[in-house]
């Protein structure tokens, strides 16, 4: 057993199969969801139950798409919209529509050319990625192969030293700020994971958290996300700790994983810039609300003062729609992106964000709306 966080491999084969969709086969896909049973065929079972998974039931993770596909548009007529701009921008850095790629783990698990395929998807579609620590590429080769804004994902695990120096060496590589995770004192219930018996393959490293004195208890071999990696997280964060995270950095550090107003103005309160509305795609804790039901509280409560990201169950582009309805100001994807990953690389990926971001043209033109600032809280509450 090698002494970074290399681990056994378990299971059938944890490479996915090696054919990429043709760019004919993929210009004939239309729905996430295609690619999703395309990726469950060619994933191991122990990948594709990771990438699927949630805690618990799956409660939450069912209510993140529903809550969404319930809310009517209530769309605009004889309003000219044969000139639009999906266009918007996040600190002051322009996107070709309001979309992230949400921070998600292991990309080399879908494909081998991991990250580096996802930052050259995103840069190609005009949008930012956002790396999870959890990445198998270094933090570094993501920012090198960018053309686009590039953040980072951050716990503030049990080593304030290491997590110290993780945070200047995220500023050196260039990335345009940090994203937070405060969702996961622990980790949720993952049933799914323990039955396949998940392990980071052996291939693979978490490239960006590779310190030999930093193993867990168990040396990174445990079973399940929980023992492999649960050194990086912490179950005594509070508010200060944001504080000190805030002081760490020029960047703009956005809180991911809120899910009530107070939290939100209280954030806002200790320095962060920017709040991610999440419940880590259903992940952590089963019951928590929808997203879509805990963002108009919070853009209410937050009240423009920061940006306001919604990630969780947005599958189409009126899902985009209805989250900036509801006072977001972009929205982040995760499965799709490694949905896309897995069936065709870059490739694959492009072609998940180019469906996202025609579906989000179209939506707004049928809406009514010719640009990003129409799109506004009537039409889903049309006044009388
Ligand atoms: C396989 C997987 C791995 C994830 N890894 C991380 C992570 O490392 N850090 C983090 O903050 N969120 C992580 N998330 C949560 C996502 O950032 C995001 O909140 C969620 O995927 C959004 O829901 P969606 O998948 O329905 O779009 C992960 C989600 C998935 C599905």
Known sequence: ????????????????????????????????????????????????????????????????????????????????VSSRSTATTLFDKSMAFPLLSAPTALHKMAHPDGELATVRACGSAGIPMVVSSLSTTTIEEICAASTGPVYFQIYIGQDRGFVKELVQRVERAGCAGLQLTVDAPVWGLREREMKTGFRVPEHLTIANLQRTDHLGPTGHVGVGIAETLGWTITPSLKWQDLEWMVALTKLPVMLKGVC????????????????????????????????????????EAVASRVPVIVDGGIRRGLDILRAL??????????????????????AGVRRVLEILSSDFDRSMALAGCSTVASITRDLLHPRG
Do not use: C
């Open 1 to 80: 057993m090698s002494t970074n966080a290399k681990v056994e491999v378990l299971g059938k084969s944890d490479n996915p199969a090696p054919a990429d969709l043709s760019t004919a086969a993929l210009s004939a896909l239309y729905r996430i969801d295609e690619f999703e049973e395309i990726a469950r065929s060619k994933l191991s079972e122990m990948a594709f139950a990771y990438y699927a998974g949630s805690a618990g039931d799956g409660r939450t993770l069912m209510r993140n798409r529903s809550a969404w596909e319930e809310l009517s548009i209530w769309y605009r007529v004889m309003v000219d």
């Open 325 to 346: 309805a509801l006072g977001a100001t972009a929205v982040q994807v995760g499965r799709p992106i490694l949905w896309g990953l897995s069936v065709a690389g870059e």
């Open 260 to 299: 009530r107003a107070d939290d939100a103005v209280t954030a806002v309160r200790h320095g962060a810039r920017g709040i991610v509305v999440s419940n880590h795609g259903g992940r952590q804790l089963d019951g928590a609300p929808a997203t879509a039901e805990a963002l108009p509280r919070i853009t």
